[in-house]
């Protein structure tokens, strides 16, 4: 939905690191995700965060989360060129079992 | 395996016909839902259903219809297609508030 904010586009040089940020509003939210969609499929799971925790890491990925400023990241180390694709964050809160996702950034890894 | 699935994966149709996506799961999942995808606007919820016989509005239901006869499947429907209704449709299905699980899309053109 219209309540969960992302960059639309991000490019980086391979083997560089990638940050890929999102907004939220509703400091109720219990999950927080990021999803993966390369091109011509459908969504994946990447990572997920429980709103008491501020930081994941999993292998190549970081995620971040700062509850005061309703503020998600996910830092993808030494991007590669399989890494291009559209990374959508999501929230789920107390109520109900929607997820709410943001708008997605397209992610371009440059050889 | 267990999967979720879309068909047909690619649809044309014409302004006024009904059109039918089917989706189906074998996960034996609770909750199903509807999305559909556009540039700028991420993913935005069309329909969502937590079990037989119960169907919810998202926020964009208009013009669309869901039915849930059974757990596998929830089958969405456009009434009287409309250009504005040119997109690609992601059914989703999930076990309570988890992850969840996407099938492939179905790419619907209306002319």
């Known amino acids: 939905g219209e309540d969960v904010e992302q960059s639309l586009f991000l490019s980086v040089r391979e083997g560089d690191s990638s940050v890929i940020n999102c907004t939220y509003t509703?400091?109720?939210?219990?999950?927080l995700y990021w999803y993966k969609q390369e091109p011509g499929a459908g969504l994946q799971l990447l990572t997920y965060?429980?709103?008491?925790?501020d930081m994941k890491q999993d292998q190549r990925l970081t995620v971040l989360l700062n509850k005061k400023d309703k503020h998600l990241s996910l830092r993808i180390a030494d991007t590669q060129t399989g890494d291009s694709a559209i990374y959508f964050c999501?929230?789920?809160?107390?109520?109900?079992?929607?997820?709410?996702f943001g708008t997605g950034t397209s992610l371009t890894v440059i050889p | 395996d267990a999967e979720i699935t879309q068909s047909p994966r690619h649809k044309i149709t014409e302004t006024g016909r009904q059109v039918t996506l089917a989706c189906h799961q074998t996960?034996?999942?609770?909750?199903m839902f509807w999305y559909r995808q556009d540039l700028g606007h991420g993913l935005r919820l069309i329909h969502y259903?937590?079990?037989?016989?119960?169907?919810n509005k998202g926020e964009v239901s208009d013009g669309y219809s869901v039915s849930r006869s059974n757990t596998e499947d929830l089958p969405l429907t456009l009434e009287s297609a409309a250009s504005s209704q040119t997109s690609v449709y992601f059914c989703?299905?999930?076990?309570?508030?988890?992850?969840?699980?996407f099938g492939p899309g179905t790419r619907l053109t209306v002319l």
């Open positions: 989703a299905s999930s076990l309570d508030r988890a992850e969840q699980f």
């Open positions: 509703d400091s109720s939210s219990t999950y």
């Open positions: 965060i429980f709103s008491n925790m």
């Open positions: 999501a929230e789920s809160r107390p109520t109900g079992n929607q997820f709410y």
């Open positions: 996960w034996n999942h609770n909750n």
């Open positions: 259903s937590y079990g037989v016989q119960d169907t």
